[in-house]
């Protein structure tokens, strides 16, 4: 637990903030030229509209754009956060869980840009105690258009605590702020201690369409996180009734975002039913994570979600990375993607 003098000690002097190597502090940016922004700190703010559960430290920083940098912080909390969370002009709760290269002293994160916008004003919060986590970890997140047309989608949850369930948000682009959800009611949450796949098919979908997908994680006392966005692109069909088979090939499409944090999406194709595997490598050529093992997929688009973590479930140090497709028919391709920090 966190003592009531640490809670005291959270004043805007004691924080040790640093942008692009760079420190903030009362004298503004340093070697960035850019505006002196305005900091401030305090324990579990009431007034701030965090609407999270187990919120310690909160800092704000405003006057500046802080898109596109890296954000390194000494939050002074006495112990080592296993995650974060930050966002944007009051948008949605990204989370950031904890990097190998996290300590007592220095956590840091990496906030993507995003299409040229410049909405000015960055909240981050960390949790009060020693071995608080999210609410709910998700292993793989999946969309797969089906010989139907429709498009499934497949997530898998390793944990849940006081979960109340899910929501799945679709857009027709990357922008979140554009997606609307489509389930009519919550799917329920079960709540155990060990993995749970969930199904959901959409069936109002356009062929020749791109679809991107988030789940939005609702806990019990209404609070939430999004994952995502995974994609697929549904293929019309032609005037037989079936799918045009020169349009279709199998390959290993590419990672969106690249470079990312903390998630990507892979996506790939396939022309006929096969059994792939697709493998995450690090610059070493060592195995950091099997995201498909040799499963059955049927032809069509599919995309998959890498959540950042190796083998250990511990999140994958900030490089470069391989991902490896590979079929039974004897397709094998090879792709780079930037994990960034």
Same mark, same amino acid.
């Given at each position: ?80 956060? +296993? ?42 919060? #960390? ?6 986590? +999210? ?65 959901? %098919? ?20 209404? %609070? ?25 090939? %199998? ?16 996506? #790939? ?42 083998? %250990? ?29």
């Amino acid at each position: 637990m966190i003592k009531e003098n640490r809670k005291a000690m959270h004043t805007v002097s004691s924080q040790i903030i640093m942008v692009n190597s760079a420190l903030i502090n009362e004298a503004g940016f340093l070697k960035l030229k850019i505006a002196k922004p305005d900091i401030s700190a305090e324990w579990n703010p009431q007034d701030k509209g965090v609407a999270l559960p187990n919120v310690g430290l909160y800092l704000s920083i405003t006057g500046v754009n802080l898109y596109d940098r890296y954000i390194e912080i000494n939050p002074d909390l006495g112990f080592n956060p +296993l995650h974060l969370a930050y966002r944007l002009a009051g948008g949605e709760w990204i989370f950031v869980p904890q990097d190998a290269g996290w300590t007592i002293s220095k956590v840091f994160f990496t906030i993507p840009p995003f299409d040229g916008r410049n909405e000015d004003g960055l909240e981050i919060v #960390f949790p009060a105690g020693e071995g608080q986590t +999210l609410p709910v970890e998700l292993s793989s997140f999946t969309a797969t258009v089906t010989t139907g047309l429709f498009v499934e989608l497949q997530w898998i949850a390793e944990t849940e605590t006081n979960m109340l369930g899910y929501n799945v948000f679709r857009s027709t682009d990357i922008a979140l702020i554009d997606a609307v959800r489509i389930n009519n009611t919550i799917i329920q949450a079960n709540n155990i201690s060990h993995a749970v796949t969930y199904n959901y %098919t959409d069936e109002e979908v356009t062929p020749e369409m791109t679809y991107y997908y988030w789940l939005q994680a609702n806990d019990l006392d209404l %609070t939430h996180q999004f994952y995502g966005p995974v994609s697929v692109l549904v293929e019309d069909q032609g005037e037989d009734g079936t799918t045009p088979q020169v349009e279709l090939v %199998t390959a290993l499409k590419g990672a969106y975002p690249n470079p990312f944090n903390p998630s990507t999406s892979i996506s #790939f194709s396939l022309a006929e039913t096969a059994n792939i595997s697709l493998t995450i490598y690090n610059a070493k050529g060592q195995v950091t994570g099997y995201l498909i093992n040799e499963q059955q997929f049927d032809k069509g688009n599919h995309s998959v979600l890498w959540n950042g973590k190796d083998l %250990t479930g511990r999140t994958a140090a900030s490089g470069v990375f391989f991902y490896r497709m590979e079929t039974d028919q004897g397709f094998s391709e090879t792709k780079k993607m930037l994990l960034l920090k």
